[in-house]
């Protein structure tokens, strides 16, 4: 009896044991919550008077970022002293960082440009319109131009939906989070997140709600500054996109720069002098044909989102078939961002793609957006 009583017991404690466990993962993986934010905002320095001379915008040497979610801070001055250690590279390598992390890039991690200090806002002049014109596939106007258009590679085998893309003023390329909430567990469809920031054009982000790790930067705010062994891609205020490894992100760097948005998934897609990279830092899922969502860099404020379906009757592509595929588009940057059934394009207010098993949602979106007002 006395036997049959501890038995009973013993199955109760693992019962609730249980339950408790279920109830904390609901909570820490499933229920949207709410994260610590860094909250700092980077001024524009094209539209903002810098506060120190010769245009450089830094914040104070003893500033510290907070790390989302938790008590602890990055502070810059360390962090950059810590660079200085490392024979100039950022925060230091970290392990551990999930299936995705590494960097397959070479050299210096800033990629070689032709010096033209053109302003994206007189560049390409022939490629908008003085009023809104919008067709099936295209869109332009004062300030942006778009063409999308389906296209297959691999005989055939392959369907992407390609959209090329000018923007005058870079603050036409946005991000959205889901629910307007930057957290974990918060999620929305693309389609709903364009139709909210009244995008033209929008794909899916990285996903950044679904780990803790990296950089987050969303329309110049700093919402999260952590270590991060995966690439990270940023877009800046004079219209550059870098893509380096998370090991060479320097946040100071990045809002002396002006940073606009960045993120944290990868790899890049093209190495640093823009040339094809046939191997990468993860593993054979990963690399394998898949559905893909990537972003292309040619210039400043001449840019191109990239969506291919797979697992239905287009099957996917590599990492390496992506990388040949932003280097035959001419693009001298690209970075790939959440794929799988995450992947999807919406166009003029519809999903253009098929996405796999019909689609996911996800905690953020890249957008083009008009921000002035045309008729």
């Known amino acids: 009896m006395k036997k049959h009583l501890a038995i009973r017991n013993i199955l109760i404690d693992i019962v609730l044991c249980g339950a408790a466990l279920m109830v904390f993962a609901l909570f820490h993986h499933v229920l949207p919550r709410q994260q610590q934010s860094v909250g700092i905002v980077i001024p524009n320095?094209?539209?903002?008077?810098?506060?120190?001379?010769?245009?450089?915008?830094?914040?104070?040497?003893?500033?510290?970022?907070?790390?989302?979610?938790?008590?602890?801070?990055?502070?810059?001055?360390?962090?950059?002293?810590?660079?200085?250690?490392?024979?100039?590279?950022?925060?230091?390598?970290?392990?551990?960082?999930?299936?995705?992390?590494?960097?397959?890039?070479?050299?210096?991690?800033?990629?070689?440009?032709?010096?033209?200090?053109?302003?994206?806002?007189d560049k390409f002049a022939d490629k908008y319109t003085d009023t809104v014109v919008v067709t099936e596939n295209s869109y332009s106007s004062p300030d942006i131009s778009i063409t999308v258009s389906e296209e297959t590679t691999d005989h055939g085998r392959v369907t992407y939906y390609l959209a090329d893309i000018y923007v005058r003023d870079i603050t036409c390329f946005q991000s959205a989070l889901a629910r307007g909430t930057y957290g974990s567990g918060y999620r929305d469809s693309i389609s709903d997140m364009a139709a909210l920031t009244n995008a033209l054009l929008a794909i899916n982000g990285d996903y950044y709600g679904n780990t803790n790790e990296g950089v987050v930067i969303r329309n110049g705010v700093i919402y999260r500054a952590n270590r991060t062994n995966c690439d990270v891609c940023v877009l800046y205020y004079d219209g550059r996109m870098e893509v380096m490894p998370g090991s060479a992100f320097d946040m100071q760097e990045a809002i002396e720069n002006g940073a606009w948005q960045a993120w944290t998934f990868g790899p890049a897609l093209l190495d640093t002098d823009g040339s094809v990279l046939t191997s990468f830092a993860s593993t054979n899922r990963i690399i394998s044909a898949n559905p893909r969502t990537a972003i292309g860099y040619y210039e400043p404020g001449h840019y191109c989102m990239v969506v291919v379906d797979g697992r239905g009757e287009s099957a996917g592509i590599t990492l390496p078939g992506l990388s040949k595929l932003f280097y035959d588009l001419g693009c001298t940057a690209a970075y790939n961002l959440d794929g799988g059934n995450s992947s999807i394009m919406v166009w003029q207010d519809a999903v253009i793609n098929d996405p796999s098993g019909g689609g996911r949602e996800s905690s953020d979106a890249l957008l083009i957006a008009e921000v002035n007002r045309y008729e």
């Open 45 to 121: 320095p094209y539209k903002t008077e810098s506060p120190k001379e010769g245009g450089s915008l830094a914040l104070p040497e003893d500033t510290v970022l907070l790390a989302s979610g938790s008590a602890t801070g990055v502070n810059l001055t360390a962090a950059r002293n810590s660079r200085k250690q490392n024979n100039g590279i950022g925060w230091g390598s970290r392990n551990g960082m999930g299936d995705k992390g590494g960097s397959a890039l070479t050299g210096s991690g800033e990629a070689e440009e032709a010096a033209d200090d053109t302003p994206i806002a």
